[in-house]
């Protein structure tokens, strides 16, 4: 059983729909990761909030919008999205409030289909 | 060029015999290196750090080569389970800044 747990497991949604991933981490890590992985590419990474504070944004569209309101807690609210935002959406863990250790800890993932 | 490359495979390895494949990173201040095992439909879990100066973990062994900016598996008597997708994952050495690739796959057949 994993230590990250993330809901919903799968999310049909249209393009103007509204809704939310939800990401909890049991391991009483510091920092959590939004990441998003697509068929045949690298896992990019998307966001990263350290102690609750986002300390990396990359270049995301403004249609996903984070919130991390506890260390535990990690959201990904998703709002007018776009077919090619049909993706696995990852959420990871880590233990330090860098990424030196190369060890994240990752959730099941949240399969998202954009129709 | 792609900051972390990785053949896609797949690999269809004989149960029992040895694979080895690489990953070649293109910033040459990359710190640190990781292999990480993704199965089907499941979440990336780190499989092994690589070191400098190479290490073992059972039937798997990493090697850095910062000369030529690679780094390798390779699986020895190889499982059934052993059948994955393998990540190579480097440290840009900033915040967050863990780069993956793409992936490797790996089939072991009977």
């Known amino acids: 059983e994993t230590g990250v747990t993330q809901t919903p497991r799968h999310l049909v949604m249209g393009m103007t729909n509204k809704k939310s991933l939800k990401c909890e981490q049991h391991?009483?890590?510091?920092?959590m990761y939004w990441y998003k992985q697509s068929a045949k590419k690298p896992l990019e990474l998307m966001f990263v909030?350290?102690?609750?504070?986002?300390?990396e944004n990359n270049s995301v569209p403004s249609r996903f919008s984070p919130e991390c309101p506890n260390s535990s807690h990690l959201f990904l609210h998703l709002h007018t999205l776009q077919p090619e935002d049909s993706a696995l959406y990852l959420c990871?863990?880590?233990?330090?409030?860098?990424?030196?250790?190369?060890?994240?800890?990752f959730g099941e993932g949240s399969r998202l289909t954009v129709l | 060029r792609k900051e972390v490359e990785q053949d896609p495979g797949p690999f269809n390895v004989p149960e029992g015999a040895t694979v080895a494949f690489n990953c070649t990173y293109s910033?040459?201040?990359?710190?640190?290196f990781f292999w990480y095992r993704q199965d089907c439909r499941k979440e990336p879990k780190l499989l092994m750090s690589?070191?400098?100066s190479g290490n073992e973990d059972g039937r798997f062994t990493a090697q850095l080569n910062r000369a030529s900016q690679y780094i390798s598996l390779l699986i020895r008597d190889s499982k059934l389970s052993d059948s994955a997708t393998y990540l190579c994952?480097?440290?840009?050495?900033?915040?967050?800044?863990?780069?993956f690739g793409a992936g490797t796959q790996v089939v072991v057949t009977p």
């Open positions: 690589v070191y400098s």
């Open positions: 910033n040459s201040a990359s710190q640190s």
């Open positions: 994952v480097v440290n840009k050495a900033s915040w967050g800044k863990l780069q």
């Open positions: 909030y350290s102690l609750e504070e986002r300390v």
């Open positions: 391991l009483g890590h510091n920092a």
């Open positions: 990871a863990s880590s233990r330090a409030t860098s990424a030196d250790t190369g060890e994240l800890f």
